[in-house]
């Protein structure tokens, strides 16, 4: 059982900076792929980005590609999104996953554990 515990949202300004963070619990988390995902308003979930449980893999959405950032530090159990150049498009709830496996991607049915997401606005 992995719990995921997400930061960091809050509300900025176009072409600002932003920095999200999930905590994870549970003694699995350093052999868990995780991802980023994000819902806007009326919109559906869309994959952000992923990372391989060793940090050696990443693969992005093709919206935030080269503008995004996602790590990990299995030292202390967390995943990171460095987000720049935010545009209001990038509104939206972002949402930390984990997966029972060591490499997963852009599903949702690939990720077993949710956090309760984090609210990024991006003003215009």
């Known amino acids: 059982q992995v719990q995921l515990v997400e930061s960091g949202g809050r509300l900025v300004q176009a072409g600002d900076s932003l920095s999200l963070s999930c905590v994870a619990s549970?003694?699995?988390?350093?052999?868990?792929?995780m991802a980023w995902f994000r819902q806007g308003v009326g919109k559906e979930r869309e994959f952000v980005a992923a990372?391989?449980?060793?940090?050696?893999?990443?693969y992005y959405g093709d919206p935030v590609r080269g503008r995004f950032t996602i790590s990990r530090n299995n030292a202390d159990n967390t995943v990171s999104l460095q987000m720049n150049s935010l545009t209001p498009e990038d509104t939206a709830v972002y949402y930390c996953?984990?997966?029972?496996?060591?490499?997963?991607?852009?599903?949702?049915?690939?990720?077993?554990?949710w956090g309760q997401g984090t609210q990024v606005t991006v003003s215009s």
């Open positions: 996953a984990a997966a029972n496996v060591r490499y997963a991607f852009s599903g949702d049915y690939e990720h077993d554990y």
């Open positions: 549970g003694p699995t988390f350093r052999t868990s792929a």
């Open positions: 990372i391989s449980w060793n940090g050696n893999l990443t």
